[in-house]
């Protein structure tokens, strides 16, 4: 009788082990568009017996995507042979590789969902993941031409729904192995860019994660800073929100001192909102780190100018000598000097003072002839007129040139 028994408990086993697929999976597999595939999926994802079976649909899916993606993806690897062999090209249907490139990515990452999770004996053993990493793969990197392919056409949209998807799985348990040195040069920009995307739509919280992400990488720290900066800096209602912002942007600027970004806009938070002492003393730190830190003190020498006119110059020289070629400290190097020689009824000291404001104003209207980031031309022709007289030809040139 126990014997009987125990076979019979085996039988049973078996006929729980090599149950074949549920009927809603059996229908989602015959389907032969991806369209297709994912309205049975989507109408029936509660009915899968199970994980291992959701992930079997989701890998339909993929197969179905991949399908359109590689038809049309070596359609583009012809063509490329085709016109160097100066062959007649193949027309290629971009936007339906594109659009398959984004399903391809999404439902590998659902299937990975679920092909992770443990079986019903409590172990994880995945089916599909190691082949659609491998295969997917190249279908992600497609999704940078197509925002790109997206933004040329002025279709933002679309150019932030590629790129968001690109930059989100790059975080996928799935794609952990692959290779990303092929990325390298431009993930965090395509990061960046997606956070302009998110900023642009009023998507706070997701324009900061993107421009987060960006941040990790040194060459777009500046750029994503700026953003992450501009977004923080967004509708500040009110002088406590205000306030907050500046605390947020002080945090910033203790983690990371070098960031002459992060010091400019400390100082003119710290100006706006606590008042011109309180700036400076906060310049006043940052030199005491850095002696030679050229916006600390560039920004003192300008603050200095009108209470202090000769501590201004010697604080802009300082700067003007870690950056000789930065019109607008130049300029306002000449202006303060200037300003000295106002004050000075000595009239040989007063000409060598313009002398030397000229020096500095030729020098900025040298680097700087347009006027683009220093408007030099009152104040040199101010001094011109003080050092030369109201009819010397110099002078004249000068005031053309105001």
């Given at each position: 009788m126990?014997k009987?028994?125990l076979?019979?408990?085996?039988?049973?086993?078996?006929t729980?082990?090599?149950?074949?697929?549920?009927?809603?999976?059996?229908?989602?597999?015959?389907?032969?568009?991806?369209?297709?595939?994912?309205?049975?999926?989507?109408?029936?994802?509660g009915?899968?017996?199970?994980?291992a079976?959701?992930?079997?649909?989701?890998?339909?899916?993929?197969?179905?995507a991949?399908?359109?993606?590689?038809k049309?993806?070596?359609?583009?690897?012809?063509?490329?042979?085709?016109?160097?062999?100066?062959?007649?090209?193949?027309?290629?249907?971009?936007?339906?590789?594109?659009?398959?490139?984004?399903?391809a990515?999404?439902?590998?990452?659902?299937?990975?969902?679920?092909?992770?999770l443990?079986?019903?004996?409590?172990?994880?053993?995945?089916?599909?993941?190691?082949?659609?990493?491998?295969?997917?793969?190249?279908?992600?990197?497609?999704?940078?031409?197509?925002?790109?392919?997206?933004?040329?056409?002025?279709?933002n949209a679309?150019?932030k729904?590629?790129?968001?998807?690109?930059?989100?799985?790059?975080?996928?348990?799935?794609?952990?192995?692959?290779?990303?040195?092929?990325?390298?040069?431009?993930?965090?920009?395509v990061?960046?860019?997606?956070?302009?995307?998110?900023?642009?739509?009023?998507?706070?919280?997701?324009?900061?994660?993107?421009?987060?992400?960006?941040?990790?990488?040194?060459a777009?720290?500046?750029?994503?800073l700026?953003?992450?900066?501009?977004?923080?800096?967004d509708?500040?209602k009110?002088?406590?929100?205000?306030?907050?912002?500046?605390?947020?942007?002080?945090?910033?600027?203790?983690e990371?001192?070098?960031?002459?970004?992060?010091?400019?806009r400390t100082?003119?938070?710290?100006?706006?909102?606590?008042?011109?002492?309180?700036?400076v003393?906060?310049?006043?730190?940052?030199?005491?780190?850095?002696p030679?830190?050229?916006?600390?003190?560039?920004?003192?020498?300008?603050?200095?100018?009108?209470?202090?006119?000769?501590?201004?110059?010697?604080?802009?020289?300082?700067?003007?000598?870690?950056?000789?070629?930065?019109?607008?400290?130049?300029?306002y190097?000449?202006?303060?000097?200037?300003?000295m020689?106002?004050?000075?009824?000595?009239?040989?000291?007063?000409?060598?003072?313009?002398?030397?404001?000229v020096?500095?104003?030729?020098?900025?209207?040298?680097?700087?002839?347009?006027?683009?980031?220093?408007?030099?031309?009152y104040?040199?022709?101010?001094?011109?007129?003080?050092?030369?007289?109201?009819?010397?030809?110099?002078?004249?040139?000068?005031?053309?040139?105001?």
């Amino acid at each position: 009788m126990k014997k009987i028994m125990l076979m019979a408990l085996l039988v049973l086993g078996a006929t729980s082990a090599f149950a074949g697929d549920s009927p809603a999976l059996k229908g989602i597999l015959k389907a032969k568009t991806y369209a297709e595939a994912e309205s049975l999926l989507n109408s029936s994802l509660g009915q899968l017996a199970s994980d291992a079976e959701k992930a079997k649909a989701y890998n339909k899916l993929v197969d179905l995507a991949m399908e359109t993606y590689n038809k049309q993806s070596t359609i583009v690897t012809e063509n490329q042979v085709a016109k160097q062999m100066g062959q007649q090209e193949k027309p290629v249907d971009t936007e339906a590789m594109n659009e398959a490139a984004l399903q391809a990515v999404k439902a590998a990452m659902e299937c990975d969902k679920y092909d992770q999770l443990p079986n019903e004996k409590g172990k994880v053993s995945p089916k599909f993941a190691s082949k659609n990493a491998q295969r997917v793969w190249p279908a992600r990197l497609q999704l940078v031409n197509a925002g790109q392919d997206a933004l040329s056409a002025q279709k933002n949209a679309d150019a932030k729904k590629f790129w968001s998807a690109f930059v989100d799985s790059d975080a996928a348990q799935l794609f952990a192995e692959n290779d990303r040195a092929v990325q390298k040069d431009f993930f965090s920009q395509v990061a960046r860019f997606v956070g302009v995307f998110h900023y642009q739509d009023k998507e706070m919280d997701k324009a900061l994660k993107y421009a987060e992400i960006a941040m990790k990488d040194p060459a777009e720290y500046d750029n994503a800073l700026n953003l992450k900066l501009t977004i923080l800096g967004d509708d500040l209602k009110n002088h406590e929100d205000s306030v907050k912002f500046l605390n947020s942007v002080k945090a910033m600027y203790d983690e990371n001192k070098e960031n002459d970004g992060l010091l400019e806009r400390t100082y003119n938070l710290l100006t706006a909102l606590k008042g011109k002492a309180e700036a400076v003393k906060f310049l006043d730190e940052a030199l005491a780190i850095n002696p030679n830190n050229f916006v600390a003190l560039a920004d003192k020498g300008i603050a200095k100018l009108n209470e202090s006119p000769a501590e201004a110059v010697e604080l802009l020289k300082k700067a003007a000598a870690v950056k000789p070629d930065n019109a607008l400290i130049v300029t306002y190097l000449g202006t303060g000097l200037s300003i000295m020689a106002q004050d000075i009824a000595d009239k040989a000291k007063r000409n060598e003072l313009y002398t030397e404001a000229v020096k500095y104003f030729d020098k900025a209207k040298e680097l700087d002839p347009e006027k683009n980031t220093s408007n030099w031309g009152y104040n040199r022709y101010n001094a011109y007129y003080n050092l030369y007289g109201e009819n010397d030809p110099k002078t004249k040139a000068a005031e053309a040139e105001k």
